[in-house]
C-alpha cells in the first residue's frame, strides 16, 4: 500500500467547535466545501461537491466518538479513492484542541507526486479548518 497523508495542528479552540466542524453540514462549508451533505450518524452517507469536478467525494461515516474522533471510508467517486479512510482524531491540550489528520489506504497505483498534492491540498483544508474553528468565520476552501 502507498503512504499515507498524516498532519497535524494545533487548534485554539475546544475539541466539541473542531468536532462539529467535521461533522456538520454547516461546519464542513465552513472549512472546506459549502457543497456538502453532512449527518451525525454512523452508517450515513456524507456527500462532497467541487467546482469544476463533476465526480462528488463520497463517504460513509464509519466511527463518530464525539469530540474526540472521526472516520469516513471513501466509497471511491474519485479515482484511486475507493477504500481509503479519512480519520480525525481531536484531543484535548492545554484548552485548545490537537488535530491529527490521516488519510489512509493508497493503492501504489499513486505515485508520489499525486499524493504529494493530495497532501499539499489536505494541508491547506486543515489551515482552512483551524482558522475556521479558531475565529467561527465561515472561509471555505472549495467556495
Known amino acids: 500500500m502507498g503512504c499515507d497523508v498524516v498532519l497535524a495542528v494545533e487548534v485554539e479552540a475546544d475539541p466539541g467547535t473542531v468536532y462539529e466542524a467535521i461533522t456538520t453540514q454547516k461546519g464542513e462549508a465552513g472549512f472546506w ?14 456527500s462532497f461537491g467541487f467546482p469544476e469536478t463533476p465526480a462528488r467525494a463520497r463517504m460513509r461515516v464509519d466511527e463518530l466518538e464525539p ?3 472521526v472516520k469516513w471510508t471513501s466509497l ?6 475507493e ?4 480519520t480525525w482524531e481531536i484531543e484535548p491540550k ?6 491529527f489528520f ?3 489506504g ?6 508520489d507526486h499525486e499524493r ?6 489536505w494541508a491547506m483544508v486543515l489551515g482552512r479548518l483551524k482558522a475556521y474553528a479558531e475565529t467561527g468565520e465561515p472561509q471555505p476552501f472549495f467556495g
Do not use: C, K
Open 33 to 46: 466545501t459549502s457543497d456538502n451533505q453532512t449527518e451525525q450518524m454512523v452508517g450515513s452517507e456524507a
Open 67 to 69: 469530540n474526540q474522533r
Open 76 to 81: 471511491g467517486d474519485f479515482p484511486g479513492w
Open 83 to 86: 477504500g481509503t479512510t479519512l
Open 94 to 99: 492545554d484548552g485548545r484542541a490537537h488535530l
Open 102 to 104: 490521516r488519510h489512509a
Open 106 to 111: 493508497w493503492s501504489d497505483d499513486y505515485s
Open 116 to 121: 504529494g498534492s493530495i497532501t499539499w491540498v
